[in-house]
C-alpha cells in the first residue's frame, strides 16, 4: 500500500510526488503519457515559479535545457508600452518558457530520483472506494487490469480531471470560456525578452524557449474561434498584423511546427479535497491563457498540499484541517490573479485602469 498515488505526472503532479517523495511517503506517480512528451501548454514560468523551481534543487536542469532566461516582459498597448515593475526588492527578474517536452521530462525524473515509482502510459479508469473514502485506484497498462491503494490520491490530471469527475469535487466561481488562441514556433527571430500585446479585439504574445524558438501565441473572443480555424495559417498571420512591431519580424523567420489552438479555457476553483482524496493543479483551479500563470500556480500548489499532507501523516493536525487549510491559502493568493485575468476576457480595458492592475498582479503574483 502506498501512502500516496499521484494520478498526473506533469507540472502539478510531478512536483508533488517529488516532494512527498523526499519526505520519506511512499508515492507512486501515474501517468497516461510517456516522457518526454508534449501537451498544450501557455509554457510560462514567472519569477515566483523559478523560484520553486530554484528551490527545488531542479533550475540548473532547466538552463542547461538550452532554454534562455527572460529578463523582461514588456506590455504594448497600442503605441503605449511599460513592464510590471519588480515586487522582490533587489533580486533580477527571471522568468523561463521552456518547451513541455523539456520541462515535465526534468519534473518527472526528479520525482524519481527523490523515491517516488513513476508508471507511465498507466490509465486511470475508476478509483476505489470504502463507506464513500478514496481508497485507491483502478487501471492498468492496455488491457491489464491493475489495483493500486493509498492513504490519499491525489488528482493531478488537468482540467477534464478523471479524479475530480470520479468525487464530484464541488465547482465554484466559474466563468465559461471567453477567448481562444493558436501558437506555433518560430525560428530566425533572435527574441531576447518577453513581449504580450493588447489590442481591441485580440492579443499576441512572443516568448523565446529551448533551442533558439521563439513561442508566439495569437488569440482573440473565443466566437472568432471558428471562423479562424478555417484558415489557421491565414488568420494567424492577419492576426499578427493588428501588433506591427511584432509582425515586422515574423517574415524574417521560419516556422517550425504545426499550429496548436484550443478555445476551452474555462474558468473555475474545484473544492480540492475530500474523504481519501485531494486535487492539484488545472484539476482544482483553471483560468484562461492570457495571465501564464498555470505553471507556476500548479508549482506554488504543488507545495502546499505536500506541506498539508505531510502535516496530516505526521499528526500535527488532522489531515482534513490540514487540506482545509490547503485550500484556503490557494484561494487567498490565486483570487487576485483569478479577478486580473478574468478581467482581461470581459473586453477593451483603457491602459489607465490596465496598468495599475498589473501593478497589483505583481505584488499578488509575489505570494506565489
Known sequence: MYDAIVVGARCAGSPTAMLLARQGYRVLLLDKSSFPSDIMSTHFIHPPGVDHLRRWGVLDAVRASNCPPIPKVNLHFGDLAFSPPAVNGAAPYEAYCPRRTVLDKILVDAAVAA??????SFSVRELATESGCVMGVRGGIGSTPVS???RIVIGADGMRSTVARAVKAPTYREIPSA???YY?????LDLQEGEIYFGEDSGALAFPTNDGLTCIPVGGPSEGFHAFRSDIEGNYLQALTAFPK???RVPDGKREERFIGTADMPNFFRKPYGPGWALVGDAG???DFVTGLGITDAFRDAELLAQAIDDGFAGRRPLEEALASYEQQRNEIATPLYELTTSLLSGPVELAHLAPQFVGFGLALARC
Open 115 to 120: 523515491g517516488a515509482e513513476l508508471r507511465e
Open 285 to 287: 483551479y483553471h483560468k
Open 179 to 181: 477567448t481562444f488562441a
Open 184 to 188: 506555433t514556433y518560430w525560428s530566425g
Open 246 to 248: 511584432l509582425a515586422e
Open 148 to 150: 493500486e491503494r493509498a
